[in-house]
DNA sequence: TTTGAAATCGGTTGACG
DNA sequence: CGTCAACCGATTTCAAA
C-alpha cells in the first residue's frame, strides 16, 4: 500500500467532512456544506485534496454478517512449519471465504486471522478441513468473540 | 444489535448491487442500474428493502490510518480480575481512542482488543499507561501486526 | 417487481475574488 | 481557499403494468 503523502495536514473544515463521511459514506456533499457553512464547491476541492493524499481509503457499504446467518466470529492463531512460506499459506487462506483479516504477528502464532462462522459446527469445519489442511499448518488456537464491544475506526 | 429478519432471500441482482457498494458506496445507483441492466427505480426499491431487512449496517469511508502516522497495528488479551464487572473495563476502553475493537472472548483472556499506535513508544504507552491502569485489569498479553495481508468483508 | 416520467436535489466544473 | 452560476447526472416518488 502506498503512501502518498505522510505530512497531510487537516483543519476543521476537513475534519467535519472525514466525520460525516466515515459516519455515512452516501451523505451529500452538499448537506456537509450547509452543516460546515462553506459552498459544495469548497467542499467538493477538500475531498480531492484528501483524496489525493491517500487518507481516504476508499467507502464501503457494511454488511451485517449476522443476518446472513454468520452469528460466530473467532480469532485464530496459526502455528506454521519453519520450512514453509508464510505467503504460499495467506494464498490459501485467501481461499477460505470465512477468513476476514490475515496478519502476520509478532509472538508464538505465524500468522492470525479473523474469521466468520454460522455456528460452531461451521466454525470447527473450517478449522479443522480447511484451515488445518493447509500446507504448513501445525496447529491453531481458537478464541471465539462472545460479543464485540466495540467496534471503530481511528478518531478523527 | 437488533435484527430485523432472519430470512432474508437475496437474488442474484440484490448480490450485484451489494458488491458494487461494498467496494465503492457511492457507486450512483443509475451506475449499477446500468450494468445488472434494470432501472434505477427497481435498484431504489431493492435497496430500501435492503436496508429494512438489516442486512445494510450503514455506509463508510475509510480512513487510512498510516497516512496520520498510526503505523502500528496490535492486537492485546487483557486479563482481568476476577471481582472485577467487564462492562466497566469496556467503558474505560472506550475512553482510549487508540482501541478500536473490543471483544468478550473465550480463553484465558477476558477481553481481546486491536489498537493503533504511531510507533513501538507509542503502543507502550497505551498498553502501560492507559491499559494497565484500567481497574481490575492484571496483566496484557501483545501481538504486534507486522503486514495485514488480508482485509474484507464476509463473501456475497 | 418493474418501468418511465417528472420533480427535486446533488456533483462537478470553470471563471473569478 | 473560497464563491457563484450553470450544466449535467442522480435520487426519489408515483401511477401504471
Redesign the interface.
Known amino acids: 500500500?502506498k503512501?502518498k503523502?505522510?505530512n497531510?495536514v487537516i483543519d476543521g473544515i476537513d475534519k467535519k467532512i472525514?466525520r460525516a463521511?466515515?459516519?455515512?459514506?452516501?451523505t451529500p456533499i452538499l448537506e456537509i456544506a450547509r452543516q460546515v457553512g462553506i459552498s459544495g464547491a469548497a467542499i467538493h476541492q477538500r475531498l480531492r485534496k484528501l483524496e489525493k493524499?491517500?487518507?481516504?481509503?476508499?467507502?464501503?457499504?457494511?454488511?451485517?454478517?449476522?443476518?446472513?446467518?454468520?452469528t460466530t466470529?473467532a480469532?485464530v492463531g496459526v502455528y506454521l512449519d519453519k520450512a514453509v512460506s508464510n505467503p504460499e499459506a495467506?494464498k490459501q487462506?485467501?481461499n477460505i471465504?470465512?477468513?476476514?483479516?490475515?496478519?502476520?504477528?509478532?509472538?508464538n502464532?505465524s500468522i492470525?486471522?479473523k474469521m466468520?462462522a454460522k455456528d460452531n459446527e461451521h466454525l470447527m469445519h473450517v478449522l479443522n478441513k480447511e484451515i488445518q489442511s493447509i500446507n504448513g499448518v501445525s496447529r491453531t488456537?481458537t478464541?471465539?468473540?462472545?460479543?464485540?464491544?466495540?467496534?471503530?475506526?481511528?478518531?478523527?
Open positions: 500500500m503512501i503523502n505522510q497531510i472525514l463521511l466515515m459516519a455515512d459514506a452516501r493524499s491517500g487518507l481516504i481509503d476508499g467507502s464501503k457499504f457494511i454488511i451485517n454478517p449476522k443476518v446472513l446467518g454468520y466470529m480469532f495467506v487462506l485467501r471465504p470465512e477468513v476476514i483479516e490475515c496478519h502476520y504477528t509478532t509472538g502464532w492470525f486471522i466468520l488456537e478464541f471465539i468473540s462472545l460479543q464485540q464491544q466495540i467496534d471503530r475506526q481511528i478518531k478523527i
